[in-house]
């Protein structure tokens, strides 16, 4: 299935946050991208695209602002979303 195992990640402001992305998705390129809202027009973190069957843990900083923000991945934004909720 092309979806995300999550539906919402929730993480406290600032936080150093390490994401265990699993493709388990053969022959089909799949990433993970934190966006400041659905449009996707300002990022906050990009990951590499892999293709799968294959995993990679992608290391970033969360937003210091408290808020609701938007996950996606950029090869599947229509279908491969989520929301990214900072306390």
């Given at each position: 299935a092309i979806?995300?195992?999550?539906?919402?990640?929730t993480?406290?402001?600032?936080a150093?946050v390490t994401?265990n992305?699993?493709n388990?998705?053969?022959?089909?390129?799949h990433?993970?991208?934190?966006?400041?809202d659905?449009?996707?027009n300002?990022s906050i973190?990009?990951g590499q695209?892999i293709?799968?069957?294959?995993?990679?843990s992608?290391?970033?900083?969360a937003?210091?602002k408290?808020?609701?923000?938007?996950?996606?991945?950029?090869?599947?934004?229509?279908?491969?979303?989520?929301s990214?909720?900072?306390?």
């Amino acid at each position: 299935a092309i979806s995300f195992d999550k539906s919402s990640i929730t993480v406290p402001a600032g936080a150093k946050v390490t994401v265990n992305f699993n493709n388990a998705d053969s022959g089909i390129p799949h990433n993970f991208a934190v966006y400041t809202d659905s449009s996707a027009n300002t990022s906050i973190y990009v990951g590499q695209t892999i293709t799968g069957p294959a995993t990679v843990s992608y290391q970033f900083t969360a937003p210091a602002k408290a808020g609701s923000y938007f996950f996606r991945c950029d090869i599947h934004p229509s279908i491969m979303t989520g929301s990214f909720i900072v306390q």
